[in-house]
């Protein structure tokens, strides 16, 4: 147990829909990051947040995707009016107790047709 | 081209025989992660490595950092088909804690 729940762990959408994934840590830790995963590729960093604060966002975040961590425990990561280009393995991670060392939770599989 | 290079990007091996994965960097390494991915899942967090000559072991499963040569391995001993998976090498580009990753190396274990 990597102390990082997601849901959904499947998502199956239609293009130009809006989808909204939830993260879940383990409430006493800070930093969450948000990843993205194509097949055959290694993680891709989105975004990653101190509490509730969004500290940095990569280029690849567009303006259809949009994340909050409200009261600094769960995450939601939204993407509006989806593309094909976005189905990929959605990740999220948590730091550990080192505040430095990140463990992921099983993702959400997204896939737009 | 890719900051993080891994070698092989597939492998297969008879159960019991040992095995390296190598991962090559192109900038300084300020920490180097190493995780296992089975298929369709999320990343296991396997061993974290920060300073030069820094090794680590977890059951068969050893992790070496060559900070000078920018490289780190991955050695495990009389494999099992329980270690068939991907292996993924991540740094620590010193930003805030956001990691890069390689494209990892795709093990697949013979009975």
């Known amino acids: 147990d990597t102390g990082v729940s997601q849901n959904p762990r499947h998502k199956i959408t239609k293009r130009g829909q809006n989808v909204t994934f939830r993260c879940d840590p383990i409430?006493?830790?800070?930093?969450l990051y948000w990843y993205r995963q194509t097949l055959g590729q290694g993680p891709e960093f989105l975004t990653y947040f101190q509490n509730e604060a969004q500290l940095e966002k990569s280029r690849l975040l567009s303006d259809r995707f949009s994340a909050e961590r409200p009261k600094g425990s769960f995450s939601t990561l939204e993407i509006q009016r989806t593309e094909q280009g976005d189905s990929a393995m959605y990740l999220c991670?948590?730091?550990?107790?080192?505040?430095?060392?990140?463990?992921f939770g099983p993702g959400t599989r997204l896939l737009v047709l | 081209s890719q900051e993080l290079e891994q070698s092989p990007q597939s492998l297969i091996v008879q159960e019991g025989k040992n095995l390296t994965i190598n991962c090559t960097s192109s900038k300084t390494l300020y920490g180097l992660y190493w995780y296992k991915q089975k298929y369709g899942e999320g990343l296991i967090f396997l061993m974290m490595l920060q300073k030069g000559g820094e090794e680590k072991s977890h059951e068969k499963i050893t992790a070496k950092l060559d900070e000078k040569k920018q490289q780190s391995s991955l050695h495990i001993t009389a494999s099992q088909p329980s270690h068939a998976g991907i292996y993924l090498c991540g740094a620590d580009r010193g930003s805030q804690g956001n990691l890069i990753f390689g494209k990892g190396t795709k093990l697949s274990v013979k009975p």
């Open positions: 409430s006493e830790h800070n930093r």
């Open positions: 991670a948590r730091t550990g107790v080192d505040g430095e060392t990140q463990y």
